[in-house]
């Protein structure tokens, strides 16, 4: 006798599953265009790898932008490693894809947001990214940026 279906978790696997092809092609050619991420995820997730500073300071979610200045980043098949400028001090991540809270490109306007299963709705939900405003800048960062997403949560 059939269980049912488990819509949701295969929605999880399937947008993972996204999140790993874009980036398996970032670490191939490099970010096309005005293309970047806002990733946020959750560092007390098993897996995580942050310098112990970095998790002092995000004990529960920390938001990565991937856009001007990353090395070393090599995607695996549950997670990535990507190297971040902080403060002119490379620092290397390692986060698994089931750390991932939210993936954003906002120069496309796309969004996705993994809600916990704690929480009422386990689907993934599209996040408005209209409403993500990033101002352009006059030259390139280099510095790792850390943003709060807590704005854009329903």
């Known amino acids: 006798m059939s269980q049912g279906i488990d819509y949701g978790n295969l929605m999880h696997t399937a947008m993972r599953g996204l999140i790993k092809t874009v980036l398996k092609r970032v670490s191939e050619t490099g970010l096309p265009g005005a293309h970047h991420f806002f990733i946020t995820f959750d560092t007390r997730e098993p897996g995580v790898e942050i310098a112990d500073w970095l998790r002092e300071r995000y004990p529960d979610e920390m938001t990565i932008v991937v856009q001007h ?71 390139p960062h280099h510095d790792a940026d850390i943003v709060s997403l807590d704005s854009f949560r329903k």
């Open 69 to 139: 200045w990353f090395e070393n980043l090599e995607v695996g098949e549950d997670g990535f490693a990507i190297t971040l400028n902080f403060g002119d001090a490379p620092e290397p991540l390692y986060i698994p894809y089931s750390a991932i809270q939210t993936f954003v490109d906002p120069s496309v306007e796309f969004g996705l947001r993994f809600e916990s299963s704690d929480e009422e709705d386990e689907d993934p939900v599209e996040i408005d990214a209209e409403s993500i405003e990033v101002e352009p800048e006059d030259e």
